[in-house]
């Protein structure tokens, strides 16, 4: 909806000058309708991939070695054009070795990629490799021989990411025990009641040491929450998802409110854990990458381990004893993504005749925020924004501020009658500025819709 002459927002990215101990690293990617550029970094310096400033129509890679962060490999696979891109691909990635940090970025295009090369991405971690389209824009970092990093597709827009990585340390051992340094090994164990008089458990180990025991842990989700750069707990509960209904909202609300992006999440199944596990809670482990969580039977054992705010996990369901375990070694991280916007050029840096009006939304599981900002005033912000409908206002004429209110239109009716009631009270004229945090359509009545669909929706 075009008010006045506006200019786009840069969101600014606090960059480190120095990264003790590790790297930091950048991919940016331009379909062929979306910018068609490639760009990636290291440590603020832009790695070529081909002799052209900007990148080359294709797949460019880079490869850096995992104990220095030094460059093993750099180029451009067109797959498109070149029918032997596929397989030159393949015989660079199989010479490295296990802990090879792969940059990728698509210019332009990238199609006709292999099965094995799709394979080769989709063991590290990408949930977009197979989804890929003609034209996508597509930025991925990842590491050969684990299953999780972070990756972004576009479709419509340019997109980025980047990690912070620690050099990574060989694991040295002692005997019977292993050491590992510059991160933790990380274990959850479970198992379901079998009827035959078996014991049923769960229990959460880091570096073999006991963080959760079986004691502790009660039929249901046992959830451990670890801090992603100390790997210390920050948070512990169990739901019981067999017998109690409101087992399944509580860890929905505190997944929301009371476990910080980006920590390591760790859930074993004790006893029994399906019968009453919700939809909503089945999707929120989806996003987190799980693909058993969908399929399990009752009373059988699940083990997890997954990022809040990544979409890859280590997972095993029930053996034939129905017990289940897995572990990872994961390095002590920070992850950080850089939004990539178009660029647009000549516009005025003042509003004349009107104001400038930017509005932000993003779902539960793709970022969990809004914010409205209008004239360069934030009105509603990531803090202060609350789930369901964030609504302003503003007087026809001299864009003043007649309203700014909430309604949580996940949770309750009345709050879209309340809605209905305000914007019924508002002059003719007003503009209606909404952003939508978490949901806000479950409780959104047809009559709340119908005033939304009168503004042009």
């Known amino acids: 909806m075009t008010l006045s002459y506006s200019k786009p927002i840069k969101k600014k990215v606090r960059k480190p000058e120095k990264v003790e101990g590790g790297s ?3 991919v940016h990617s331009g379909g062929a309708e979306h910018g068609n550029f490639s760009k990636i970094m290291i440590n603020h310096e832009t790695i070529a991939t081909c002799k052209t400033e900007g990148g080359c129509t294709g797949l460019n890679v880079v490869a850096v070695d995992a104990f220095t962060h030094k460059i093993i490999a750099q180029s451009v696979y067109d797959t498109t054009s070149d ?3 596929p397989s030159r691909f393949m015989e660079m990635a199989k010479g490295t070795g296990e802990g090879t940090i792969f940059l990728v970025s698509i210019q332009g295009h990238a199609i006709n990629m292999s099965q094995a090369m799709k394979a080769f991405f989709a063991k590290m971690g990408s949930a977009h490799i197979t989804a890929l389209a003609p034209g996508d824009s597509w930025a991925f970092v990842g590491v050969k021989g684990q299953e999780a990093f972070t990756e ?15 050099y990574a340390k060989r694991i040295k051992h002692y005997k019977k025990e292993t050491k590992i340094t510059g991160g933790s090994k990380i274990e959850v164990h479970s198992a379901g009641k079998d009827g035959k008089g078996g014991d049923w458990y769960a229990r959460v180990l880091i570096n073999e040491k006991e963080v959760f025991t079986n004691k502790e842990a009660k039929r249901g989700l046992n959830l451990v929450a670890l801090d ?3 790997h210390k707990v920050v948070f512990k509960a169990t739901y019981d998802t067999h017998g109690k209904n409101e087992a399944s909202t509580q860890l929905l609300s505190d997944f929301k409110e009371k476990l910080p992006e980006y920590c390591i999440v760790v859930v074993g199944v004790k006893d029994e854990a399906q019968n009453r596990l919700s939809s909503d809670v089945k999707r929120l482990f989806k996003s987190l990458g799980s693909k058993a969580i969908s399929n399990l039977r009752y009373r059988e054992a699940w083990a997890f381990i997954g990022v809040k705010g990544m979409q890859k996990a280590s997972e095993k369901r029930g053996d034939k004893a129905n017990k289940a375990g897995t572990a990872m070694i994961i390095g002590y991280g920070k992850i950080t993504k850089k939004e990539v916007r178009k660029q647009i050029k000549n516009l005025p840096k003042k509003v004349k005749g009107g104001s400038r009006i930017e509005v932000q939304s993003a779902g539960f599981t793709t970022g969990n925020f809004a914010t409205i900002n209008v004239a360069n005033k934030m009105l509603v912000s990531r803090e202060t924004a609350k789930r369901g409908l ?3 206002a503003l007087e026809p004429f001299k864009h003043e501020i007649i309203l700014n209110a909430n309604f949580d239109t996940y949770a309750s009716a009345a709050a879209s009658a309340k809605f209905v009631k305000i914007f019924k009270k508002l002059p003719t004229g007003a503009v209606v500025i909404i952003g939508v945090k978490d949901e806000a359509s479950r409780s959104l009545s047809g009559d709340a819709r119908a005033v939304i669909a009168s503004l042009g929706s």
């Open 390 to 392: 964030n609504v302003v």
């Open 152 to 166: 972004e597709r576009g479709t419509t827009d340019p997109v980025g990411t980047g990690a912070i990585l620690g």
């Open 228 to 230: 992603f750069e100390t």
């Open 83 to 85: 029918e032997a891109a």
């Open 24 to 26: 930091r690293f950048e």
